[in-house]
């Protein structure tokens, strides 16, 4: 955020993710004597909504141990009411602790669906959803579900899919020849058939598609 409010940096937009600055006495253990570090972050975070005024979407959970939904919604009001543009997205309660949500596989989850819909809504880069059409249209429901957990995913990903029917992933491996590889076993594995890649990461590879089963 204070990047963005640098008059000589020029971005597109800004995500921000369970940011802010603060004093603690430890990992996540509040400190009672934090009041005067979360009145200097509301201070800057008005400081920067005067000068960044690119879109920006703001990410945190309900339960982030170090900025409370409170001291978020006093950081946003200080945000736009300097001119700042945001879209704050306040999720729903994340584990033990809601800030560690970016650093693990189902914080992600949460993530990614906002951070795409935020991309789309602006017009910058991101996976295209009607590339992503033909496969499904060719997949049971229960199939379509399971491509659709894939795409919310990280990478890097791989989804592979059986003869007649069936969709296996695998996500965040260290490599995209990792998750093809242990996709594909998987799909093997589950399938006892012949699997073809179907993606890699947000990108179709196959043209043609198993027939819709709903047997299964």
């Given at each position: 955020m204070d990047l963005a409010a640098r008059p000589s940096v020029r971005l597109s937009a800004v995500v921000n993710v369970s940011g802010?600055?603060?004093?603690?006495?430890g990992p996540f253990r509040p400190d009672p004597a934090c009041s005067p570090y979360d009145s200097d972050l509301v201070w800057n975070f008005a400081r920067f909504g005067?000068?960044?005024?690119?879109?920006?979407?703001?990410?945190?959970?309900e339960?982030?141990?170090?900025?409370?939904?409170?001291?978020?919604?006093r950081m946003r009001a200080a945000f736009t009411?300097?001119?700042?543009?945001?879209?704050l997205v306040m999720l729903p309660p994340f584990q033990g602790d809601g800030h560690?949500?970016?650093?693990?596989?189902?914080?992600?989850?949460?993530?990614?669906?906002?951070?795409?819909?935020?991309l789309r809504a602006n017009g910058l880069p991101t996976w295209n959803e009607v590339d992503f059409a033909p496969l499904l249209a060719h997949l049971s429901p229960q199939d379509r579900e399971s491509v659709e957990a894939y795409l919310r995913m990280p990478t890097e990903k791989a989804l592979a899919v059986g003869s007649e029917s069936g969709a296996y992933w695998r996500e965040g491996e260290r490599t995209i020849g990792d998750a093809r590889t242990k996709a594909l076993a998987y799909c093997r594995e589950q399938t006892k058939t012949?699997?073809?890649?179907?993606?890699e990461n947000f990108d179709p590879v196959i043209q043609r598609y198993p027939e819709v089963r709903t047997d299964h």
């Open positions: 802010g600055l603060g004093r603690r006495l005067s000068t960044a005024h690119m879109p920006s979407l703001w990410l945190y959970a339960n982030d141990s170090w900025f409370r939904p409170g001291l978020v919604g009411g300097s001119g700042g543009n945001t879209h560690t949500m970016f650093f693990a596989p189902g914080g992600r989850q949460l993530l990614l669906p906002e951070l795409d819909g935020f012949e699997c073809s890649l179907a993606a």
